[in-house]
């Protein structure tokens, strides 16, 4: 497959087939996935791959609370998890909302899940003496997250970025036996997947990009973009 294809059509996949994730196929996709780059090179990311059907129950649980409180803020049309924006639902709002399908389903339904960690002793955060939510030290272990979707998307085969297991991190590092100073930077449950390609929406470069400032003129012409 071609990358642009590749790029145009990695889509958030969460139905999957009965179709196995073979150990060696998984090893291929991790082997040109792992040439992602991180800060320093400092290469601090670590894959547990989860078929185990109680780990998974109870990555299920696990996901839960964070998956509960992302549900009932979409339906007050907060934004969910937003750290900018606190929310006004009390925890026993949250609480009472259930959790949707399809954040959990793919778990369970998934050939094989992988749980993506970085050390953080190994990231640099050059914002991290700056007054807001951090953000650099995610880029040393998401261009590798991303890079397995595009090479599993390559060989026909999907999943998703999940992250709502993160707010209950510590029951996730037990569950696993991860150490500190690792922490979890997303789950990704992967398969075969059910679908075939849809179109993906995203905003076109004339939204997204500007020339020489913010406010600067639109890079790319929106009459002629698709
Ligand atoms: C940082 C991040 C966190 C995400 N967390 C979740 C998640 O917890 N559960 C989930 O089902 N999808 C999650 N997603 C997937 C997004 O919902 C998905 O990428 C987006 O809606 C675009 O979907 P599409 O590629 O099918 O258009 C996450 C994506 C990113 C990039």
Redo the contacts with the bound molecule.
Sequence with gaps: MELQEVLRT?????EFTDDPLPDEVLAEILEVARFAPSGGNRQGARIVVVRDRETRERLVEI?GP??RR?AAQGAVREGPWNPVVPTTLTAEQIAATPVPP??VE?IRTAAAVLVVCVDLSAVAATDQLLDRVGIVAGASV?PLAWNILLAARERGYGG??????IAQEPALKELLGIPDPYAVA??IPLGRPVKGV?R???RPVSELATLERFDGPPLGDADTEE
């Design positions: 990695t889509a958030a996949v969460r996901t964070g998956a992302y399809h954040l793919p998401y998703t970025f999940t992250t709502m297991a997303c789950v849809t993906l929406k995203r």
